[in-house]
């Protein structure tokens, strides 16, 4: 299992498990199933609208 935080300056921090090195379940899945909000467009990754940055933590 990994952890990941999501952060954004408005909503809380909420840290998820996923499942480290799944091929089936991206980021965006994983935002979307935990009711975390994040702008997307296309849901395939194609169109940038639900770039994420890493934290440099």
């Known amino acids: 299992m ?3 935080t999501f952060s954004s300056p408005l909503h809380k921090d909420k840290t998820v498990y996923a499942v ?9 899945a994983l935002a ?7 702008d997307f ?7 940038g ?6 934290s440099p933590h």
């Open 49 to 54: 609208t639900c770039l994420v940055a890493k």
């Open 41 to 47: 467009g296309c849901q395939e990754g194609n169109c």
């Open 20 to 28: 480290a090195g799944s091929h089936t379940q991206t980021i965006l």
């Open 2 to 4: 990994a952890l990941i």
């Open 32 to 38: 979307k199933e935990h009711h975390i909000p994040i």
